[in-house]
């Protein structure tokens, strides 16, 4: 079947709660792209918003659990990639690639920027070693497919206020050949638990899911 409605999501930093959404995602047929820091990807790495503790998951069984989804860079050490010189680029990118696919058996193709901050020497770096695509952390608001892959706008955050008007919006829309949608969905797993809204995202999916019309994929997948 050719599809004229993608739904893809895409969640940072490889913290402890990916292991909650996972199953979610898993239960109602997602597809999620998580963005890891792999210099930075054991539990010794862990930081607390509102009296919640958020700990990065060490890199062992993550392949495991990660398993039919895409892990993209996030850069080595979650460095904004905005300034930094050729050198400083490669050490944060090169290496976080490398170690992607030598952890997880895949070298990346995409990425998500620390901080959403990318600027030219960043994205003309990336696109030389190998990543076709790089998330910011804008929100476009609409399902239009984008042009500049390196400078990708989400349709939003989980938290943004729009989300499940969008949802319907989206629904609703009757895609053509030439004008197919993407619905692109970004957050951060732990912030479900901060904001104890878990309940968010499941009836997000439940609204989404199961459609004979949607292909659900990676970012890879969508977007490539």
């Not at 992607?100 to 070298?107: A, S, T």
């Not at 960043?122 to 239009?144: D, K, M, P, Q």
């Not at 199961?210 to 994929?217: C, E, L, R, T």
């Given at each position: 079947?050719?599809?004229?409605?993608?739904?893809?999501?895409?969640?940072?930093?490889?913290?402890?709660?990916?292991?909650?959404?996972?199953?979610?995602?898993?239960?109602?047929?997602?597809?999620?792209?998580?963005?890891?820091?792999?210099?930075?990807?054991?539990?010794?790495?862990?930081?607390?918003?509102?009296?919640?503790?958020?700990?990065?998951?060490?890199?062992?069984?993550?392949?495991?659990?990660?398993?039919?989804?895409?892990?993209?860079?996030?850069?080595?050490?979650?460095?904004?990639?905005?300034?930094l010189s050729?050198?400083?680029l490669k050490?944060?990118?090169?290496?976080?690639?490398?170690?992607?696919?030598?952890?997880?058996?895949?070298?990346?193709?995409?990425?998500?920027?620390?901080?959403?901050?990318?600027?030219?020497?960043?994205?003309?770096?990336?696109?030389?070693?190998?990543?076709?695509?790089?998330?910011?952390?804008?929100?476009?608001?609409?399902?239009?497919?984008?042009?500049?892959?390196?400078?990708?706008?989400?349709?939003?955050?989980?938290?943004?206020?729009?989300?499940?008007?969008?949802?319907?919006?989206?629904?609703?829309?009757?895609?053509?050949?030439?004008?197919?949608?993407?619905?692109?969905?970004?957050?951060?797993?732990?912030?479900?638990?901060?904001?104890?809204?878990?309940?968010?995202?499941?009836k997000l999916?439940?609204?989404?899911?199961?459609?004979?019309?949607?292909?659900?994929?990676?970012?890879?997948?969508?977007?490539?």
């Open positions: 079947m050719h599809y004229k409605k993608a739904v893809t999501f895409s969640y940072d930093d490889g913290v402890e709660q990916d292991r909650k959404l996972i199953e979610i995602f898993n239960y109602y047929k997602m597809k999620c792209t998580f963005n890891l820091n792999t210099g930075i990807q054991s539990e010794d790495s862990n930081f607390e918003i509102d009296g919640v503790q958020i700990h990065r998951m060490n890199q062992e069984g993550l392949g495991e659990l990660y398993k039919g989804h895409e892990i993209a860079v996030h850069g080595l050490t979650h460095a904004a990639p905005t300034g050729e050198k400083e050490k944060e990118f090169l290496m976080d690639a490398q170690n992607i696919e030598r952890l997880y058996g895949k070298y990346p193709v995409g990425m998500a920027y620390a901080y959403g901050s990318v600027d030219d020497a960043a994205a003309n770096y990336l696109a030389s070693i190998g990543i076709r695509y790089g998330r910011t952390v804008e929100a476009a608001h609409g399902f239009e497919l984008q042009k500049d892959l390196l400078h990708f706008k989400s349709t939003c955050h989980h938290e943004d206020e729009k989300l499940f008007e969008l949802a319907e919006e989206f629904l609703d829309i009757k895609a053509t050949e030439d004008s197919p949608k993407l619905f692109y969905i970004w957050g951060h797993s732990y912030e479900f638990e901060v904001n104890r809204n878990w309940e968010r995202i499941e999916c439940d609204m989404l899911c199961g459609k004979d019309d949607i292909f659900y994929g990676t970012n890879a997948e969508c977007l490539l």
